[in-house]
């Protein structure tokens, strides 16, 4: 009779639920050979431990674009067509961009496990029976007990809204389905909206809880326990969380009013609650005390004597290190793992040697839309800035030596003249300068057109818009003189501050509060080198009372988080959830003709692709088609 359920439950749609995989092949890495049972598991405090890390690596790699779905599945990057498989580890976000998604075999599948993706329904088993054996070894300390307890309260919680993000209603797991379940019991089904979030705050709530046991303030041990959760950590999923279920995707939204169990429950409230954004706002509040209170800040680069330190360099080196410099200040909770893959995409080819040879690819390429993004010198879009010359933004330019973020006497198009520093400490462009610590004087001078040391060489491993994410290159990468390459990882933001403070001032906003938001946003602004909104708007804004209705400032702050946020896997998830995806992802995509070897020619725009995004089908993950066929309790996302 078991075997019959074990084969039942591994056929079933909710894998981590409803599968019950072999104990050896769970158990491999925490017990010792062939004694593979719970048991042994958690004999002892070592080997409670060793699950309690098991536990750990159910967390989705977003540290690799490949495998982050909020990176090459939108609008930020583009790449070469046709991709090979020596390309990429994995070209499934690239067909979802391309509008390829599929049922029959989902791409980045993080409900099965395939297309790239990982079954988080098996994390959220591990951390099940984590949370139903950690009474068993009798050498665990009850402080550490309770610790871990709340850690795996954590993780449980994020995987859940990980796939809450990704599919909309799931079904909550809070406790493991029995080896000797009935048939009915298995086929669960997705719970609305308004439970799954309420599940998932009480359990960051559980996590967060406690004076002196439970998660910690911060991490103390800098050797053995970084990336760990942390109480801010909680918190702080808690309040993105809650601004995403108060944004317009979830909050009274009719587009799926349809979407309803077998038995008529809507999975979908339709009607719009303010106090949602209230209840979010009070989340962010939280949040940020409790990291500020940790010591957690904006960071700001303090250079030491031996690197350079004018003002236009300490500000672009705030920028980047923000989120390249490891284990900053600014972080509140981190991957572990490798950032040397994303470094090594991202980054132009910088010396001489052939591109192949020292591994630097350059391939992550940001969209002409992204370089449009940013605000001018002014801090306001260069659409309102009347001051700074729109119309003629693809014509050529001689940059001249007081334009000290590009190269004296080079030539590139006005859209890169006069610009806010985050444009140029986020992307690296044909006549820009990137700083890197092993080669302060001078910066490196990127060079991009046909034949030039960053420019295209072969068929594959370039940049396809002439851009380069210079913001995800931490500043000690070095090419040896034999071409080999050298990178300092560190650790993927899973959450900064600077996010926190940007949910705060959009939920404050949305409450009715237009005063609040500004001290956030101006904080933001100020580690940028950007005026005041209040000066930015005023003096230099086509628009200048913008922000001083509720209107108007959501536009700013929507711009401003896009801006802040670029090229960390935000974007396509805020496009989804201000429901402004249907617009801004059914539109061209467009690069550089990076082919070409003369200014004229390379500096001319280029239609890469026509991409399309099908409302409101596109909004969310379909669920494979042969679970439904499984489990006859599941229904499928509206529009699939």
């Known amino acids: 009779m078991k075997t019959f359920f074990k084969t039942y439950l591994i056929l079933s749609a909710l894998v981590i639920t409803l599968v019950m995989p072999s104990c050896k092949k769970s158990f491999l890495d925490i017990v010792p050979d062939n004694v593979p049972t719970l048991d042994n598991a958690f004999a002892n405090r070592n080997e409670a431990e060793k699950y309690l890390y098991t536990c750990y690596s159910g967390l989705p790699n977003d540290a690799s674009p490949d495998f982050n779905p909020g990176m090459n599945t939108g609008d930020e990057f583009w790449v070469y067509s046709p991709v090979q498989a020596a390309d990429y580890t994995s070209l499934e976000p690239f067909n979802i961009a391309r509008g390829l998604q599929s049922k029959v075999n989902p791409a980045m599948n993080y409900w099965d496990g395939s297309g790239g993706g990982k079954s988080l329904w098996l994390g959220i088993r591990n951390c099940n029976i984590f949370l139903e054996n950690i009474d068993k070894p009798i050498d665990l300390q009850p402080y550490e007990k309770e610790r871990w307890i709340a850690e795996v309260k954590f993780l449980k919680a994020y995987l859940h809204w990980y796939l809450f993000r990704m599919y909309g209603p799931i079904p909550i797991v809070d406790k493991n389905l029995p080896i000797d379940a009935s048939p009915a019991s298995v086929k669960v089904i997705r719970q609305p909206v308004d439970s799954v979030v309420n599940y998932i705050s009480n359990l960051l709530d559980e ?7 439970g998660l910690p303030d911060k991490i103390t041990s800098l050797s053995t326990e970084l990336g760990r959760a942390t109480k801010p950590a909680a918190l702080a999923i808690k309040a993105r969380l809650l601004v995403t279920a108060a944004s317009p995707l979830f909050n009274g939204n009719p587009d799926f009013s349809n979407l309803k169990n077998k038995d008529g429950q809507a999975l979908f409230n339709p009607v719009y609650d303010v106090t949602k954004w209230q209840r979010a706002a009070a989340a962010c509040k939280a949040a940020i005390d409790a990291a500020e209170a940790a010591g957690v800040g904006l960071y700001k680069f303090a250079p030491s004597s031996l690197q350079v330190a004018d003002s236009a360099t300490r500000i672009e080196m705030s920028i980047r290190n923000a989120v390249c410099e490891k284990w900053n ?8 793992a490798s950032t040397r893959y994303l470094q090594m995409t991202a980054c132009p080819n910088l010396f001489a040697a052939p591109q192949f040879d020292n591994g630097l690819r350059g391939q992550l390429a940001p969209t002409l839309k992204m370089a449009e993004l940013f605000y001018t010198k002014n801090g306001v879009p260069i659409t309102e800035d009347k001051t700074w010359d729109y119309a003629n933004r693809y014509v050529l330019k001689t940059i001249t030596a007081q334009d000290s973020a590009m190269q004296n006497g080079y030539q590139t198009v006005g859209l890169h003249f006069e610009r806010e520093p985050r444009f140029y400490a986020d992307i690296a462009f044909d006549g820009s300068k990137m700083y890197m610590q092993s080669n ?5 001078n990127i060079q991009s057109k046909l034949e030039q040391v960053s420019g295209r060489k072969q068929t594959l491993y370039y940049s396809i818009s002439g851009y380069y994410t210079k913001k995800l290159i931490n500043w000690n990468l070095v090419v040896g003189p034999n071409g080999g390459t050298t990178t300092e990882n560190y650790a993927w933001p899973i959450m900064r501050l600077g996010d926190l403070y940007l949910l705060y001032a959009e939920a404050l906003n949305e409450s009715g509060d237009l005063e609040t938001p500004l001290i956030y946003l101006n904080r933001i602004r100020d580690r940028a080198g950007v005026p005041t909104v209040e000066s ?14 509720q209107a108007g400032l959501r536009d700013i702050i ?52 026509n991409q399309t995004f099908v409302s409101p089908r596109d909004y969310f993950w379909p669920i494979k088609e042969t679970n439904l066929q499984v489990n ?4 499928q996302n509206t529009g699939w």
Request: glycine share 8%; no cysteine.
């Open 632 to 635: 006859t309790n599941l229904v």
């Open 440 to 444: 302060q004087k001078p910066p490196i």
């Open 558 to 609: 929507h711009q401003e988080r896009l801006i802040e946020m670029a090229f960390e896997g935000s974007r396509f998830w805020d496009l989804k959830r201000w429901k402004m995806a249907a617009n801004l992802l059914n539109a061209p995509v467009y690069g550089w003709n990076v082919g070409t070897k003369t200014f004229a020619d390379y500096n001319t725009r280029l239609l890469l692709f």
């Open 536 to 549: 930015a708007w005023t003096n230099f804004s086509t628009n200048p009372g913008k922000y001083s209705t």
């Open 207 to 213: 996590a967060a809880a406690g004076e002196g046991t």
């Open 329 to 336: 200040k600014e972080l509140i909770f981190g991957s572990t």
